[in-house]
């Protein structure tokens, strides 16, 4: 539900209200009472609010309100559960500020059963200030995982949502097509990631079975089973390669997770990957061997996965039903040759994304400046990798470490440059026509656009 004028807010008795929802009842139909209900700030942040709405006879209820400036908004539908009843949210709202909440019954008709007050609370001092350059009229919000945890701003940069959450690993903050989102961090001593409501709260916990979780990309499908990526750690002999002889590598697998939490497909990349694909030109003195470093996954417009493996170089589609690798891109095993890329390779890459068919994208965050975004389309026969586009920040721009990319409906994107604090968004051509300021320097490990706050208006 969006924007309506405003209508005239009834605050009434409790006697009154079921008297008039009585009335309303017919002899086939349930009868329609109200019992009443409170409203309060927010578990996770001040500038958001939760309300309880106590009725039967009717299916949803929602919140109208207003701070008194002219303009009203208005909440979706909740439904009432079995408890009988419903727990609208208030989300985006400016702190410091007192809001007139109307309570609104729904199904069958509408009716205005009672006005609640709430006023916002003060923003803590840790959130960043953040200056939009360029006027952008994509619609939504963007997330920014920041290292005191995860932020969401307008276009305009002013923050409507935050939750407090520090994390010395990783802060890695995901808007999910169900419309949870995932937070990593440490929960009872184990590493996994926390599953969160619109309001911040936990609600659940995602985690890789049997091995430790990587903190670097969950995907929660839309039918809610994620796609995780995590450490398999094991001893090797690494000394016919000029290493030790009781060292441990590192390899990446990926798991794919039932919403139970059981196990419906496992890859490892040990089955497919050998030592010598290593980007490291010497292995001397290395006791415990990151060989690839897992760090992105995706779901090509054919059905297959994408993964990308910072330490390999290298970005591989792997067959979604039989495990195989279908082709490896970049690295010392890869098998394109590049069209029309400057540079020729990409390096320490973050945030693969299928753009279209036929098409990735991908931040080159490249062992020496400038850090690159780039779009390249992919000839699976001809096992070619023409450039599309190309966006360099700056030429100083440089991070060796974190960003994210994201693909929009309009061909245009989304990268954060991960240490630099630079977040960009650019047109179908790869030209910049939005960008974040005030942040420079800030970790954005990752930025997100989504198009709502709430749950119900961002699942697919």
Same mark, same amino acid.
């Given at each position: ?39 309060? @700030? ?53 702190? *410091? ?15 205005? @059963? ?31 995982? @920041? ?8 276009? $305009? ?100 997770? *039932? ?22 030109? $010497? ?75 036929? *098409? ?10 400038? $850090? ?7 000839? *699976? ?6 450039? @599309? ?72």
């Amino acid at each position: 539900r969006g924007l309506m004028p405003r209508t005239a807010a009834r605050t009434t008795t409790l006697l009154l209200v079921v008297g008039a929802l009585g009335a309303c009842s017919d002899s086939t139909g349930p009868e329609r009472l109200y019992f009443g209900s409170s409203v309060a @700030v927010g578990p996770a942040n001040v500038i958001s609010g939760e309300a309880a709405v106590r009725a039967t006879g009717y299916r949803f209820a929602f919140l109208r309100y207003t701070d008194g400036a002219g303009e009203v908004r208005e909440s979706p539908l909740y439904p009432f559960g079995p408890d009988s009843t419903a727990r609208p949210a208030l989300l985006g709202l400016r702190p *410091e500020t007192s809001y007139e909440v109307e309570v609104v019954l729904s199904d069958p008709g509408e009716l205005s @059963v009672e006005t609640l007050s709430l006023t916002t609370g003060t923003l803590p001092d840790w959130l960043p200030a953040v200056t939009p350059v360029g006027t952008d009229t994509t619609p939504g919000f963007l997330t920014l995982s @920041v290292p005191d945890g995860p932020v969401i701003i307008d276009n $305009s940069g002013r923050i409507v949502w935050y939750r407090y959450d520090p994390d010395q690993t990783l802060v890695n903050f995901q808007a999910h097509p169900a419309g949870t989102y995932t937070l990593y961090g440490l929960t009872n001593d184990v590493r996994a990631y926390r599953v969160l409501d619109e309001l911040g709260r936990e609600t659940g916990r995602i985690r890789c079975i049997g091995y430790e979780t990587r903190p670097h990309e969950i995907r929660v499908l839309a039918d809610g089973r994620a796609l995780v990526m995590c450490d398999d750690l094991r001893p090797e002999d690494l000394s016919p390669f000029g290493g030790l002889p009781t060292a441990e590598v590192n390899w990446t697998v990926v798991q794919l997770l *039932e919403t139970d939490g059981t196990l419906a497909w496992e890859w490892h990349s040990a089955d497919h990957f050998d030592v010598t694909d290593t980007s490291l030109n $010497s292995l001397e003195d290395i006791s415990v061997l990151n060989l690839t470093h897992g760090n992105s996954i995706d779901t090509d417009t054919d059905g297959n996965y994408l993964f990308s493996f910072r330490n390999l170089n290298e970005v591989t589609k792997v067959n979604a039903r039989t495990g195989e690798v279908i082709w490896r891109f970049g690295g010392r095993r890869n098998q394109f040759a590049y069209i029309d890329d400057p540079k020729g390779t990409f390096e320490r890459q973050h945030g693969i994304r299928a753009a279209d068919a036929g *098409e990735i994208q991908l931040l080159d965050n490249s062992d020496e400046a400038p $850090s690159r975004f780039l779009r390249y389309r992919i000839d *699976e026969s001809a096992r070619t990798a023409t450039l @599309v586009w190309q966006h360099i920040d700056a030429p100083e721009t440089h991070t060796l470490v974190g960003g994210s990319t994201q693909v929009y409906s309009d061909r245009g994107g989304l990268v954060s440059f991960g240490r630099e604090g630079r977040v960009v968004e650019l047109d179908e051509s790869g030209s910049r026509r939005w960008e974040l300021t005030g942040i420079d320097g800030l970790y954005v490990f990752r930025a997100e656009r989504i198009p709502s706050l709430y749950a119900s208006e961002r699942s697919q």
